[in-house]
């Protein structure tokens, strides 16, 4: 009797242990299909990422901002540069 009762006991451990290893195989899948998931969205994500980028950098040409000022008639800036006078040659004018 002692020897069915262990033997039972040692096909309930084995079953047990086949369970358990289903179970975390099939978890382990699940994980690897997820990051094959997250994967692709990170790459998608990069693409899309440098294509902003990219229309960013387009946009804030110096060609594209004389156009955008050009469009919306703004008048270029004047510059003027003013000459430097010494004290020396103020004090001298009668």
Do not use: C, H, W
């Not at 289903?22 to 994967?39: I, K, M, P």
């Not at 692709?40 to 294509?51: D, K």
């Amino acid at each position: 009797m002692k020897k069915i009762n262990l033997i039972l006991i040692t096909y309930l451990m084995v079953g047990l242990l086949v369970v358990l290893q289903v179970f975390y195989s099939s978890n382990r899948a699940t994980d690897g299909d997820r990051l094959s998931e997250l994967n692709a969205r990170l790459n998608t994500l990069t693409l899309e990422n440098e294509q902003l980028r990219a229309d960013i950098y387009s946009r804030i040409s110096m060609e594209n901002i004389q156009k955008y000022a050009e469009e919306s008639q703004m008048i270029p800036a004047t510059v003027r540069n003013l000459s430097t006078v010494s004290v020396a040659s103020l004090l001298a004018q009668p």
